[in-house]
T-cell receptor, first 115, second 111 residues
Framework: EAGVAQSPRYKIIEKRQSVAFWCNPI?????LYWYQQILGQGPKLLIQ????????DSQLPKDRFSAERLKGVDSTLKIQPAKLEDSAVYLCASSFITGRTDTQYFGPGTRLTVL | KQEVTQIPAALSVPEGENLVLNCSFTDSAIYNLQWFRQDPGKGLTSLLL?????REQTSGRLNASLDKSSGRSTLYIAASQPGDSATYLCAVFYNFNKFYFGSGTKLNVKP
């Protein structure tokens, strides 16, 4: 079974630039999550999709972050414009139903460095 | 505000030793709790999931316990091996799709 795919694996940008991350979840998984993990901290949920609808985006900085999952499969997370404090690993995860009762499967993450 | 704390932040033990990792949470109204493993440069791998009605779960050399009333969970690793070296994170799940991760315990098992 193929796992959660993410790209790119690494990205270095200047502050105020834009960046986009892509995630392809495990086939058949209805729920998709984007997390931000700052060095030395646990992951923080940014947004959760159920199929192509948003379940929770309460911790997404909506003035600069956006995410979409148009066809209920893969998803993109965008930052525009980036700030220094956005430097982190961005993790995508998926689960068959919802992570409260079902195991989440994580991708390898995208390490973003903002200079 | 829900908080999840993991102690210690780092742990180094010789191979073969049994060890315990701790996770504490401030709000006891949890739905379930999960323990994850994170290897450098990789995503998280789920190890054990304990429902709020359960007191423990076991998988191989791993045993996780849950005490909701005291707001604590422990992950017990028996006969540790160098391959167990990783960061271990606990995540507490509440209703309405709210969940919070601890900062993790970085484990190093020395051969």
């Amino acid at each position: 079974e193929a796992g959660v795919a993410q790209s790119p694996r690494y990205k270095i940008i200047e502050k105020r630039q834009s960046v986009a991350f892509w995630c392809n979840p495990i086939s058949g998984h209805a729920t998709l999550y984007w997390y931000q993990q700052i060095l030395g901290q646990g992951p923080k949920l940014l947004i959760q999709f159920q199929n192509n609808g948003v379940v929770d985006d309460s911790q997404l900085p909506k003035d600069r972050f956006s995410a979409e999952r148009l066809k209920g499969v893969d998803s993109t997370l965008k930052i525009q414009p980036a700030k220094l404090e956005d430097s982190a690993v961005y993790l995508c995860a998926s689960s068959f139903i919802t992570g409260r009762t079902d195991t989440q499967y994580f991708g390898p993450g995208t390490r973003l460095t903002v200079l | 505000k829900q908080e999840v704390t993991q102690i210690p932040a780092a742990l180094s033990v010789p191979e073969g030793e049994n060890l315990v990792l701790n996770c504490s949470f401030t709000d006891s109204a949890i739905y379930n709790l999960q323990w994850f493993r994170q290897d450098p440069g990789k995503g998280l791998t789920s190890l054990l999931l304990i429902q709020s009605s359960q007191r423990e779960q076991t998988s191989g050399r791993l045993n996780a316990s849950l005490d909701k009333s005291s707001g604590r969970s422990t992950l017990y690793i028996a006969a540790s091996q160098p391959g167990d070296s990783a960061t271990y994170l606990c995540a507490v799940f509440y209703n309405f799709n709210k969940f919070y991760f601890g900062s993790g315990t970085k484990l190093n098992v020395k051969p």
